[in-house]
């Protein structure tokens, strides 16, 4: 059903003409060498694994959905062990991976690219080599080197998956009142106990062994978030030899009935009394598992990303096939019975914003990536930490801002299919169904508002937001005199203006009152989620500008303007009422009584 094609084009252009990695890496010694061809070529290979193997299981596996066999057995939907067998005979999940334990040591940045062609292709399904990368990450940050010596060659490998176990039933992102119990065995090993429900990839028929990584509790734990510790639990114990061995004392218990995601098994995870082991110091488990859970919000922005992609291009597909109705303006196909619909402004109007959020949240998640390799191995300190900081700063963002745009993207696919996109053999109402979870899970998406404005912007004097908003005046004082920027660059600036008072006038309202921050969060982040796209795009308009100044007529920079011009002029306006919505405070919303509802 439908089809897909990595967009290897605008890929290339985010990361080798905004970007300049080859440049970049050339200021991180592990990864010096690499170059534009070599980027190519994976992005190429990774694309036909996507389109070609990957993208033909999406539909089927969603109506097929992961079955419950019983007694902890788990099977996922017809095609995706081979799917998978292939994914791993291929090498992919090894590519940003340490070649200490197998890794082929490829930056961040192309291990994202791969990610939001599996997201594109199959969300359900690159979530199970998704949330291993994940664990692989966190046991890499904070196993002990035994640990690191056991797991970490099979997660590269991608023989063995991994999952994060953090909800239970009567708490979510509340981890502070979490229950499950790790009591020490006496041997360095702990007993972990407890019932962890929401556990994507938590049992499945892909890989030999399953390695959870779970949040418990100490007997003498403190309470709240400061008494909590991570383990690594396998579903069966490693031998001598760190092959499987006998079944750990972990089952499924269930397996949850969903409103998308089907091909994903979410369980309910059983703990008794099974065999785990430290990770991290004791009572700091969350500071642990935090390298786990901001790579999963990165990932979710992937998600996010994949999904407006895919939805966009098979509703382009459609607008450029479907007959109805005549233009406005008249006939535009008048050897037709009808014109096709995207002659029509509203369909227009769907497309370009569904185009314009896919190619800004590209522009932006790639940027971030490589954020994240500078941060990791940049040859500068002080780069590193920058790095790090304008990371922290935006993972928020990148979460909830991409993951409601998609959303909405796939929202306005399935209009223009119009009655079709209602019917599940056209794909589309999947692709809403799927991008619906992205906006809860992983910190919904009103905690990564809090995040942002509470701990990212006021917990730190807006010391980091300050940090981008460099970024962007920077870019403002080298381009404002350009006559051809200035439908970009003033409004540009005027909402950098804006956040900047906005920000400064929550944070006076909220020394008086913590709630206006918990009133103003999520329109603020949109708010300045628009000001991070609109840096973005204000960059690619300026190398379209280039490209056509020096004579080159490719319709790629042609498309590229058109866009940016749209976003300005139609997506943007969008922080007028978010603006209003922030400003209007608390009040409203705080002093009805609860029993008024």
């Known amino acids: 059903m439908g089809q897909y094609a990595a967009p290897l084009r605008d890929m290339q252009f985010v990361l080798h003409e905004l970007l300049n990695v080859e440049a970049e890496v050339k200021q991180m010694p592990k990864h010096a060498e690499l170059d534009a061809d070599t980027i190519n070529q994976v992005l190429e290979e990774a694309g036909k694994f996507c389109s070609e193997v990957l993208f033909p299981l999406n539909h089927s596996g969603d109506q097929e959905g992961c079955t419950y066999e019983g007694d902890g057995v788990v099977t996922t939907p017809k095609g995706f062990r081979q799917a998978y067998r292939q994914y791993v005979e291929s090498g992919w999940p090894a590519l940003a991976c340490d070649p200490a334990y197998g890794g082929q040591g490829l930056p961040q940045f192309v291990n994202n690219a791969l990610y939001e062609m599996l997201n594109s292709a199959s969300q359900a399904w690159a979530m199970y080599p998704g949330l291993s990368h994940g664990a692989y990450e966190c046991l ?7 640990l690191q010596q056991t797991y970490l060659p099979k997660l590269v490998s991608g023989v063995w998956t991994g999952t994060m176990c953090l909800t239970e039933a009567h708490c979510g992102t509340d981890l502070g009142i979490l229950r499950t119990k790790a009591e020490p065995n006496g041997d360095g090993s702990y007993a972990i106990t407890g019932t962890k429900i929401f556990i994507s990839s938590g049992e499945h028929d892909l890989a030999e062994n399953i390695v959870h990584l779970v949040l418990a509790r100490l007997p003498d734990a403190p309470p709240g978030t400061k008494g909590i ?4 639990v396998p579903k069966l114990l490693p031998d001598a030899a760190g092959e ?3 079944r750990n004392a972990v089952k499924c218990g269930s397996i949850e009935h969903k409103m998308g995601i089907h091909a994903n098994a979410t369980c309910v995870i059983n703990f008794d009394n099974a065999k785990g082991w430290l990770v991290g110091e004791p009572n700091k488990g969350l500071n ?5 859970m901001n790579a999963a919000r990165l990932g979710v922005g992937m998600q996010s990303l994949g999904l407006t992609e895919v ?3 098979n509703a382009l597909v459609y607008a450029k096939d479907r007959l109805q109705m005549r233009s406005l303006s008249g006939p535009k196909a008048p050897e037709k019975a009808a014109d096709p619909i995207i002659v029509h402004p509203d369909v227009r109007r769907m497309l370009l914003t569904q185009k314009a959020y896919a190619e800004g949240a590209r522009a932006f998640s790639y940027w971030a990536a490589l954020q994240i390799d500078k ?6 300190a002080a780069a590193r930490a920058e790095a790090a900081d304008l990371v922290a700063l935006l993972t928020p963002i990148l979460k909830a801002f991409l993951s409601d745009n998609a959303f909405e993207g796939t929202n306005l696919a399935l209009q223009v299919y119009g009655g079709h996109g209602f019917i599940a053999e056209w794909g589309m109402e999947q692709y809403v169904r799927d991008a619906r979870i992205n906006m809860i899970y992983e910190g919904t998406n009103a905690i990564q508002s809090l995040d942002l404005l509470g701990r990212k912007v006021l917990g730190d004097m807006g010391a980091k937001l300050k940090m981008f908003g460099k970024l962007v005046t920077d870019f403002i004082d080298e381009e404002g005199v350009k006559p ?6 003033n409004p540009l600036a005027d909402i950098g203006d804006k956040v900047q008072k906005l920000t400064m006038e929550i944070g006076m309202k909220a020394m008086q009152n913590p709630d206006e921050v918990g009133a103003a969060a999520v329109p603020y982040l949109r708010t300045v989620g628009h000001l991070v796209f609109s840096y973005f ?3 690619m308009a300026r190398i379209a500008l280039d490209q056509q100044a020096s004579g080159d007529d490719d319709p790629f920079y042609k498309a590229k303007l058109a866009t940016a011009r749209f976003y300005f002029a139609k997506l943007l306006p969008e922080t007028a009422s978010t603006i209003r919505a922030a400003r209007a405070g608390a009040k409203t919303l705080m002093e009805i009584d609860a029993a008024l509802f």
Request: charged letters at 20%; hydrophobic letters at 45%.
């Open 484 to 489: 051809e920027m200035q439908e970009f660059i």
């Open 311 to 313: 939805a966009y291009q």
């Open 375 to 380: 941060e990791l191995s940049h040859g500068d």
């Open 229 to 232: 510790t991570l383990f690594v």
């Open 244 to 246: 499987p061995g006998k």
């Open 288 to 292: 642990a598992m935090f390298v786990m």
């Open 140 to 146: 890499h940050a904070h196993g002990t080197p035994e």
């Open 537 to 539: 795009w204000a960059r």
